[in-house]
Structure formats: C-alpha cells, structure tokens
C-alpha cells in the first residue's frame, strides 16, 4: 500500500517507519526541512527507543522516504494526518491550525477512492467538519485516532492494544458504501495487526473521536485520584504507595497509574483534559466534565507542594538553597519537556531563589531551550554537588538504583525529595538521608 504520514512528529514520525517496516511504501512530510533532512538520513530527531533501528532499516530498504513538499503526497491511497493539536495560548481548548493546514494544502493531490485517515487528538465535530470538505474530491475520511505512549512508541504503533475506526455513516447510522470501501483499504494498512488478533472497534466519527479524549481523562483521573489519596495520607500518617497497592489488588481498580507523586505532565494528558472541557462547554454539556477541573488543579497542587516540600526542609527558606533536580523529561524513556512536572517545579524554585541544577539522560537539551536560566549537569553525581536538597522529579531507572553512601559523598546536606515515591525510605534514612515524599510519613 502506498501511504502518506503528513506530521512527523513524536506520532508521525514512528507511525510512518512503523508502517514502512510492515512493507508499506511509505512518505513523510513535515513542514519542517531539518527533521526531514534528519529523518531522510535515517536519524531520528527525538528520543524515541527503536525508532532510530526501525528507521534505518525503512530508509535503507527504500520504503520509506521524507519530503517538505505536499505534491509527494500525490499517489499515495491513505493518507494519515498526525499532525500537533496543542493546547490554544490562553484558552483551554485545542488548537486546530495545524490540522487545518495540512488538510487544506492535501485536498488539492486527492484522487477518487483515496482515503484520509485523522489519527490527531481533535475536538468532538472536527472530523465531521473535514469530511464534508472532502466530497468534490471522492476521497474518503477514517477517523482511527492513536494510543501510543512515548517511550512505547514503536512497540505501541507495531501491537496496539486496540484499533478504532469512526466511519462516515448515513441517516439511519449505518456505515456508508463509502465508508466501507475506505475501510476495505486501513484493514489491508493494517493487515498485520488485525491477522494477530488485536480488537477492532468500527463506530461512527463522533465515538472515534471521543474514545481518544475520553481514554486520556480516565488515566489523568485515575492519577488525579491517588495523589488526592495522598494529601489525605499526608494529613494521617497513612503510606499513599501501600494504599495504592492495597486497593491495587481489586482487579476492578487495578495497580497500574497509581504511582502518586509529581502528577501528570506532557504533549497529551493536561492539553487533552482541557481542550475536552472546552468542547464539552461550547457543546452544552460543561458540568459532565466538571471533575476534570478538579482533576486538573489536584495535579497542578502536586508541583505547588513540591516546592513547599523543599522549603520546609530546608528550615522555611529556599533563598540562596542549592537543589539538584534529577530529571527533566515528563516522565523517563522521553526527551520530552513539555508541560514537564519536574521542569516546572525546577524552575518554580529557581524563580524562588534557590539555586537550581537539572540533570537528565536525554532531555537536557530540550529543557535548556525551554528555561535557558537554569543550570544543567551531564549526571546525578555532577547535579548533586554541593546541594543541600536532591530532589528526585523523573523516575528514571538510574536514579531510582542511585546509592545513597555514593551520592551523600557529594552533598553539602543529605535531605532526599522523592517526587515519585520510587526509592526506599529506609534504605535512604540509613544512610543518613532526611527522606520525604509526597503522600509518605
Ligand atoms: C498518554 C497516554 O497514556 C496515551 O495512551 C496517549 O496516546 C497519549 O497520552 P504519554 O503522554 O506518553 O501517553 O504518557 P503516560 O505514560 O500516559 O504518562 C503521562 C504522565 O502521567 C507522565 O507525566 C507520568 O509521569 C504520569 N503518571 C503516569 C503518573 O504520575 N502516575 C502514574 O501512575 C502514571
């Protein structure tokens, strides 16, 4: 199948060398000429594991090609939009203009029977509005949004879990022949997946497009839910990491996006929560989402109590206080910095007057163009130096195995900050460390 990935982003970019490494002759474009020279050569432009393997391979056996121009795009039978929607400057709802670009400068290489696959995280009504655009061109539109988690990325795109196709449907709701022609073409995209078994939801666009937003507010809810846990453990004593392994055992609740700490950050979860309750309001229906205001201030607190963490053990003052924050990226196996809990608590701190030292395995560089104001260490040991709090914000696994003896070597004063309740309070405590967490006694 000839395919087209417009957007070669965190989503674009491994969908179209995961599509490539299936045998599909795949084209990427992206409006920006230095990741498309990047991934051309086979580089991958971001952290992602596997990709910079599954893209060499694409691109050597020549099924997988990149361009700035549009016209590539001719030629192709499916075309997948996978372009960014952030969160509006100001506002809560999603900003569409990408969306709207790559679709109005793809209608003029549509031929009949093309089909144009949204897989971009949009408002309810978006894929409606952009079917009826498509009729002269005898092109059809699949909704079919996408799961993936970055760090995952490659194996998320290759096995998903499930797959969702929203399709056009006619008055009485049932699927048109259209519809069913353009499905005919994404079961053959997807032939492999499906041949292993993976569950498929066919449905209409609204469900489609709901099912994403939908999934996204559940996990930020169910994270919202154990850190508010945790205020309450904080006010009795109580251990949030037990409780949540405790309740964890009930198969219905489930152990997994429990972890209480520094909350959720990222591309998705808090633009996706907002932009959902924005939608929800022009749509009349603003109290259903209601909690997820509530979802999001839990969250927002953690960073907020964060700080005041630092500052209570550094004896009511984070002036002039040396602090080492040990991550950057939202969350580990990501380079990725945006809406990052730990960026922002670290520089919550530094704009309090604490000294502030970020290190991270990968996304220092991102971290540095976003707060060029903070300082930055190649590792733990480097960032530790000197500090008088290390604040652990990342989990990732280097610093979850980090000695305590080897690290109180290099610290003015021993005080550990767990910002995601990973390390072992006594483990630390005997070693001299003043241990405290969010949530923990
Ligand atoms: C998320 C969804 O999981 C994915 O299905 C969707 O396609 C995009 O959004 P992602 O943003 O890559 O994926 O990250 P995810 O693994 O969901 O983590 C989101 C945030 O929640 C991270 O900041 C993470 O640290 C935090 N988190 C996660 C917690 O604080 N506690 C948990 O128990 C789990």
New binding site residues.
Partial sequence: MRISVIGCG?LGAVHAAAMASLGHDVIGIDVDADKVVSLAAGRAPFFEPGLPELLTGSVSSGHLTFSTDMADAAGARVHFICVGTPQKRGEFGADLTHVEQAFAMLLPHLTEGDVVVGKS?VPVGTAEALAERLEDTGATLIWN?????????VQ?TLHPDRLVYGLPTGTAGQITEAGEKARQALDEVYSVSLSDGTPLVVTDYATAQLV?VA??SF??T??SF??AMSELCEATGADVTRLADAIGYDERIGR??????????????PK?IRAFMARAGELGVDQALSFLREVDAINMRRRVRMVDLAREMCSGSIVGRRIAVLGAA???M?D?VRD??ALSVAAQMQLQGAHVTVTDPQAIDNARLKWPDLRFAPTALEAAEGADVVLLA??WAEYRELDPVVLGKVVNARRMLDG?NVLDPATWRQAGWTYRALGRP
């Avoid at 949004?145 to 990325?153: H, I, K, N, T």
């Avoid at 996006?257 to 591309?267: R, V």
């Fill in positions: 965190y995280t949004p996408e799961f993936l988690r970055e760090g995952f990325a998320d994403k999934a996204n996990l930020a169910k994270i154990i850190n997994r996006f429990l972890n209480a700490g520094l909350g959720f950050g990222g591309g998705c979860l996706d939202f969350k580990p990501s990725d990052s809990p990342t989990e995601r």
